[in-house]
């Protein structure tokens, strides 16, 4: 999303409050917004963007994801 910068922190909140969003961060772009829905299927998605849109006037870049990648972080996830 490009969201004013006096809107950031509001907009993110908000972004951030949906249960299919599982993180979002502030970048140094045109598109200052971005974040990861995660939901069952497509519809679900469209839906979940059609909201954030609508409770902040604010339109959302869909970028589906096209390829997963694993990413060997080093350490275990496991407690």
């Known amino acids: 999303m490009a ?10 909140a908000l972004v951030s409050d949906c249960d299919e969003v599982n993180h979002n961060y502030e970048r140094e772009h045109h598109y ?3 974040f990861v829905v995660t939901a069952p ?5 469209r839906v979940v963007l059609a909201d954030i849109e609508a409770r902040t ?4 870049l ?16 496991w407690c």
């Open 3 to 12: 969201v004013p910068e006096e809107r950031l922190d509001a907009v993110a």
């Open 32 to 34: 200052n917004l971005w």
């Open 41 to 45: 299927d497509e519809r679900r998605v």
């Open 57 to 60: 006037g604010i339109p959302v």
């Open 62 to 77: 869909n970028l589906p994801l096209e390829h997963s990648f694993y990413i060997d972080l080093g350490f275990p996830l």
